[in-house]
Structure formats: structure tokens, C-alpha cells
């Protein structure tokens, strides 16, 4: 038997990705439990994806055997594995490519469990679905809600992809948004950074000094000229960064003709001006949390993330100062090892302070709401606490919260399609640009639709070569009617119902392949709780090779 990896060989081993989600995200996937509903062909590269990042085990759920059709696209699957047990062999295939992840199947149809044994789904950390009819789906979502367990679906149907991401809420601490902003308040110094660039002497400076003295002191140090001539205000529009920009270069040191120096420092304060001088404030995002229901009303079922986001409203009323904790990172620079160092100890130790600032008042909520206090870092800690360690992530990160909140597929499919309005804007503007290939999102009703033919004929359209002409109309029908049901008083053209038919409901490996690294993205994405989720609906046309994101 292969012994798994442990140590500094996982670390090498998941290097790449470690370095994406960090310790606590690889812990995280390690210890998921991922269920897979049929090992299609998109159901195996979605659990491919998930399996050679290392989750922790996963359970296929799939009662059919294996046909000649599976063969030909499903990559796992060869001629010799014809009639066996589908999620069996896709098991094995797959648990042979990460000896560190368990694998495990249930060989029985997914209507008979949901009905038979619903509570079976109540162990996983989130539920993969695919090629599901329409009917199949509500039941499963409806479980999956009641039990607030995550539901991706993915479905392959011809050159067409889609996703669905269904879940109550999702909150998200790490989102590593791709550009933002240093937090490094030149507009509003604290008392560290103020005394230690204060402490600095740029006329006593020797040449190497003053050449490697960080940018960053710079610019306070000439803000603060600035300041003195323009009555205390802060340069805010293009003339007047300019100005400032003037007063450095100003401030480098000439040769014995009368040039300038050439000192790199001074070069990279003059090129951060307009991104370092920003206001320091709240961004609108973390605003609505601090108004969001959840965050104002806490009791003791209330999870960590609400009792964190109170603790840090807390905090920017009263100790903030209607700032949020610093961040306690400073940007690359040219400058000398010990006052690069002191500088970023300035940060990081009022950064130590805002979150111990913060901390206290997590204790003070937990209290209040009859949980136990954060006291004990131990990751074996009994359930409801928040450890340190928590806090100062939660605090590093506090402009970056983020939460998703989906629609359940009750509410989109049973009660009203979501958002009516933006589907029928795409309809209206492909009617009035003949010219125009059309929008993606065309391709989600046309899905649907395809779902209205399968609950009337037990079977998709085109699905047998002899009844694709035949289907045509009939698909025409439900198209139609499932627009007039929406109110909708748009029409599609005729060429994509004609493709709907042609496809067949067919899984094609190309397609199956994309949509595998998609889902499997935002599955790590919710097992991880890093990162941003699709919110909630992505459509892919591998036809003209793009894709849509639409809120349902």
C-alpha cells in the first residue's frame, strides 16, 4: 500500500498551489468530503480537477453501468470497462491519481436515495451535480438547502456549458481581489509611522543614505511640505499631485554642475504619488455588511464571520476612528535592510495593535451572546470559538469581505425565473441587431426549454439521429411557451432551436474538459472559503469560445 505524503513532501507536492491558498486553504480541501452525482464525462474531469489538488475523499453516486457512449467521451473509461458499475470504475480510475485522497461510490440511482435516504447528503461539504434532468435537480436542491449544503451543477449539452452555483450564504474572508490599493495612510499617519519618518534627517544624510531611503518616507516627508503650504489639505485633483511630484524632485541632490542625482528612491515616490496618496475609508462593500441584518441581530447560533464583522464595526466607531485596521504591509522599495525593516515593524506593530483592538471586542460579543471567549489557539478547539490567529487574518483582509447569497433552484425554476428582466434585455437586443451572433445568455433558456421537452417526452431533443427533424417544432413549442409563461414577448431564432435539436443532449470531451477545470475552480473556491464564487450562473458557448455570467 503507497504511504501517503506528509510533511515537507506534501509542501513540494502542492507547492504551486500552497502558494495560491496557503496552509490553512490546503488544510481545508484536505479535509472536504466531495460527492459527485454520476461520473460523466463532465462528472470525471470535474473530480480529476478536485482530486490531484488533494481534497480530502470523495463519493460517487451514480447507478448506471458503463455504455458504449460513455466510452467515447469520458476520458476514464475504456472499451474493457463496458457493463461495469460506472461510479465504481471512475472510482478506482480516479483514486489511482492522488494516493493521499480517498475515494468511495454508491452504486444506486440518485431519485431512489433522495427518497429513500436524503439525510445521506448531510456529510458532505458540498454536493457536484451533473447531467440531471430537471426534475431530479429540484429534489436534490431542495435537500441540499434545507441542509445549507453547497449544490454545484454542471451540465455539458452539446457545444453548450453551464454552472450553477446554489447556496444560501457564503462568506468569503480572502478574496484576493486582483488590484487594490497599499493600505499605507499618508493621509491619515498613525503615531508609528509619524515618529519614525520624523526621525529622519534627510540634510544629515550621506549620499548612500540619502539615495536608499525608502520611498515611502519620502512622500510623507514631502506631504507634509506640501501640507504646510496649502494650509493643512492634501493635494487631491492632477495639478496639485503634480505640484507635490515638483517639490520631490526638488529634493534630490545635485552633482557638482548642477544635475540631478541619479537616485532611484526619489524616481519611485515621484511614480507612487497618484497611487499612494488615496483616502483612507470604508469601501461600500464592508459598509453593507456592517448594515446586513445578520451582523446587527447576533445570538448564539451566528457564525464566526457575522460575530467578526460586529467586532469590526465595533472598531471603526471607536478605536478605528472610522478607519479599518491596518493592514500592516508595505510594497517592495529601494532602501537599505535596517530602515526598510523599521518601517515595516511601524506597520506591522500598529497593525498588532488595531487587531488586539479587535480581538477585545470579539471577546466582549462572544460574551454576550453565551459563546466561549477565543482563548485557546488550538485548531481541536471546541466549536464557537475564534482563535487569535482568526482575527488577524480576518483583520489583514478587512477591506476584501465579500458574500454571496443565491437564490435556491425552487425560487428560479418553480416560482419565477430569476431576474426576468435582464433575460428578456438580451432577447430585445438581438431581435433589434439582426446581425448581431447573440448573447450567451440565449443559450440558458434554450437549456431550459430542452428540460420543458424532457418532462413531456422522456427524453431530449434530437437524442435518437432519426427524430431531430420531427423535434423541431416540438421544441419550438416549449420554447414559446416557456417565454409566455415568463412574460416574456421576444422570440429566438429559429437557427438555435435547430442546434438544440442537433445536439442531442450529447457530452462532447472538449467541452466536458473546460467545464471540469470551471467547476472544480469554484468548488476549491467554497471547500476553501478563498476567493470570489461565480454568483451564480455561468454559461459557456464553445462554439464562438466565450462565456457569460448571469445572476438567477
Request: charged share 25%.
Amino acid at each position: 500500500m503507497a504511504t501517503k505524503l506528509t510533511g515537507l513532501d506534501k509542501n513540494n507536492k502542492y507547492d504551486r498551489q500552497l502558494r495560491l491558498w496557503g496552509d490553512h486553504g490546503q488544510a481545508s480541501l484536505e479535509t472536504s468530503r466531495v460527492c459527485l452525482i454520476n461520473a460523466s464525462a463532465t462528472g470525471t474531469e470535474i473530480m480529476k480537477n478536485l482530486v490531484l489538488p488533494g481534497i480530502g475523499s470523495f463519493t460517487i453516486v451514480d447507478g448506471n453501468k458503463v455504455q458504449g457512449e460513455d466510452v467515447g467521451n469520458n476520458f476514464f473509461l475504456t472499451v474493457d470497462s463496458i457493463g461495469k458499475s460506472r461510479a465504481q470504475t471512475a472510482t478506482e480510475l480516479l483514486s489511482e491519481l492522488n494516493e493521499d485522497v480517498s475515494g468511495d461510490f454508491l452504486e444506486e440511482n440518485v431519485d431512489d436515495l433522495i427518497e429513500k435516504n436524503p439525510s445521506f447528503f448531510s456529510s458532505f461539504t458540498a454536493v457536484i451535480a451533473t447531467q440531471l434532468s430537471e426534475k431530479t435537480l429540484l429534489e436534490l436542491g431542495r435537500v441540499l438547502w434545507e441542509r445549507n449544503i453547497p449544490l454545484i451543477i454542471c451540465r455539458c449539452y452539446g457545444f453548450i456549458g453551464y454552472l450553477r452555483i446554489v447556496i444560501k450564504e457564503h462568506t468569503v474572508i480572502e478574496s484576493h481581489p486582483d488590484n487594490t490599493h497599499e493600505d499605507l495612510r499618508l493621509d491619515r499617519p498613525f503615531a508609528g509611522l509619524k515618529n519614525y519618518c520624523d526621525s529622519l534627517d534627510l540634510t544629515a544624510m550621506t549620499k548612500k543614505e540619502h539615495s536608499h531611503t525608502p520611498w515611502l518616507v519620502l512622500l510623507y516627508k514631502f506631504l507634509e511640505i506640501w501640507k504646510e503650504k496649502n494650509n493643512g489639505k492634501l493635494p487631491c485633483n492632477y495639478s496639485e499631485k503634480n505640484s507635490l511630484k515638483e517639490l520631490l524632485k526638488g529634493g534630490m541632490r545635485c552633482n557638482e554642475e548642477g544635475i540631478p542625482e541619479d537616485e532611484e528612491n526619489f524616481d519611485e515616490a515621484i511614480k507612487s504619488v497618484n497611487s499612494s496618496l488615496h483616502a483612507t475609508s470604508i469601501p461600500s462593500e464592508i459598509q453593507a455588511l456592517f448594515n446586513d441584518p445578520a451582523c446587527l441581530n447576533l445570538n448564539s447560533e451566528s457564525k464566526n464571520f457575522w460575530i467578526l464583522v460586529r467586532a469590526l464595526k465595533e472598531f471603526t466607531e471607536n478605536e478605528g476612528n472610522g478607519s479599518l485596521p491596518l493592514r500592516g504591509s508595505i510594497p517592495d522599495m529601494t532602501s537599505d535592510s535596517e530602515r526598510y525593516i523599521q518601517l515595516q515593524t511601524a506597520y506591522r506593530d500598529q497593525a498588532e495593535v488595531d487587531a488586539a483592538a479587535v480581538t477585545r471586542h470579539v471577546h466582549s460579543l462572544l460574551h454576550s451572546i453565551g459563546r466561549e471567549e477565543p482563548l485557546d489557539p488550538d485548531p481541536t478547539r471546541k466549536p464557537g470559538t475564534i482563535t487569535d490567529s482568526e482575527i488577524k487574518t480576518f483583520c489583514r483582509n478587512a477591506a476584501f469581505l465579500r458574500i454571496l447569497r443565491c437564490r435556491s433552484l425552487q425560487n428560479e425554476y418553480e416560482i419565477a425565473t430569476a431576474n426576468i428582466e435582464e433575460l428578456g434585455r438580451h432577447m430585445m437586443a438581438e431581435e433589434e441587431d439582426p446581425s448581431d451572433e447573440g448573447d450567451d445568455t440565449v443559450l440558458y433558456i434554450l437549456l431550459r426549454a430542452a428540460d420543458k421537452f424532457f418532462a413531456e417526452y422522456n427524453r431530449y431533443p434530437g437524442y435518437f439521429d432519426n427524430t431531430v427533424d420531427a423535434d423541431i417544432p416540438k421544441l419550438k413549442t416549449c420554447l414559446n411557451k416557456l417565454i409566455h409563461d415568463w412574460g416574456l414577448n421576444s422570440t429566438i431564432k429559429d437557427d438555435y432551436v435547430h442546434e438544440i435539436c442537433r445536439y442531442g443532449a450529447s457530452e462532447l470531451h472538449t467541452i466536458s474538459a473546460f467545464m471540469g477545470g470551471v467547476a472544480a475552480q469554484e468548488v476549491i473556491k467554497v471547500v476553501t472559503g478563498q476567493f470570489l464564487p461565480i454568483n451564480n450562473t455561468f454559461i459557456y458557448n464553445g462554439q464562438r469560445q466565450t462565456s457569460t455570467t448571469v445572476i438567477l
